[in-house]
T-cell receptor
Framework: AQSVTQLGSHVSVSEGALVLLRCNYSSSVPPYLFWYVQYPNQGLQLLLKYTSAATLVKGINGFEAEFKKSETSFHLTKPSAHMSDAAEYFCAVSDPGNDMRFGAGTRLTVKP | EPEVTQTPSHQVTQMGQEVILRCVPISNHLYFYWYRQILGQKVEFLVSFYNNEISEKSEIFDDQFSVERPDGSNFTLKIRSTKLEDSAMYFC???????????FGPGTRLTVT
């Protein structure tokens, strides 16, 4: 069964600094991978997705993620953090034909 | 832009009561889901629904839970006899036939007292 592990339940960066949120996946077949963001008291919003096309995926709000099969990773990055990026970020995996499973989430704090 | 909607936004109920949480998925989507998120914890899969039947359910989705698509637009989650530990945010999601991304509603906060 597919699963994801998010390393670090809480990441804190300064405004303008690089954001790196880590996600490793486990899947028996080539997976589809997703990053979702959850702002306080809101639902989950799709940031970006990997579906076996380009390994570097660009999403909304300046975020991107790179699929690395050799490392079974799909880390999320943003070159320069904004205060508005403070939120909970969830990595998710879906094998084709199966349903989505989420990681435990990483809370991103951005310091002024 | 089409979106998933959920009602109510907040439901308070007494232990042992039945609740029905309602969702209107995106209109041309065919796959529907319910998830639960206990305060401060991860998003947990409850059930998926396709072609008028459950396609997968988690161990959380026991006999107290049921889902239904009573008409062409609504998708409901019923909890027959609520327990204190059912207090959580419940998210509905839907997806189409192209791509595997799911689109989430804003959630219903269920408080069981």
């Amino acid at each position: 069964a597919q699963s994801v592990t998010q390393l670090g339940s809480h990441v804190s960066v300064s405004e303008g600094a690089l954001v790196l949120l880590r996600c490793n996946y486990s899947s028996s077949v080539p997976p589809y991978l997703f990053w979702y963001v959850q702002y306080p008291n809101q639902g989950l919003q799709l940031l970006l997705k990997y579906t076996s096309a380009a390994t570097l995926v660009k999403g909304i709000n300046g975020f991107e993620a790179e699929f690395k099969k050799s490392e079974t990773s799909f880390h999320l990055t943003k070159p320069s953090a904004h205060m508005s990026d403070a939120a909970e970020y969830f990595c998710a995996v879906s094998d084709p034909g199966n349903d989505m499973r989420f990681g435990a989430g990483t809370r991103l704090t951005v310091k002024p | 832009e089409p979106e998933v909607t959920q009602t109510p936004s907040h439901q308070v109920t007494q232990m042992g009561q039945e609740v029905i949480l309602r969702c209107v998925p995106i209109s041309n989507h065919l796959y529907f889901y319910w998830y639960r998120q206990i305060l401060g914890q991860k998003v947990e899969f409850l059930v998926s629904f396709y072609n008028n039947e459950i396609s997968e359910k988690s161990e959380i989705f026991d006999d107290q839970f049921s889902v239904e698509r009573p008409d062409g637009s609504n998708f409901t989650l019923k909890i027959r006899s609520t327990k204190l530990e059912d207090s959580a945010m419940y998210f509905c999601a839907s997806r189409g036939t192209v791509g595997y991304e799911q689109y989430f509603g804003p959630g219903t906060r269920l408080t069981v007292t």
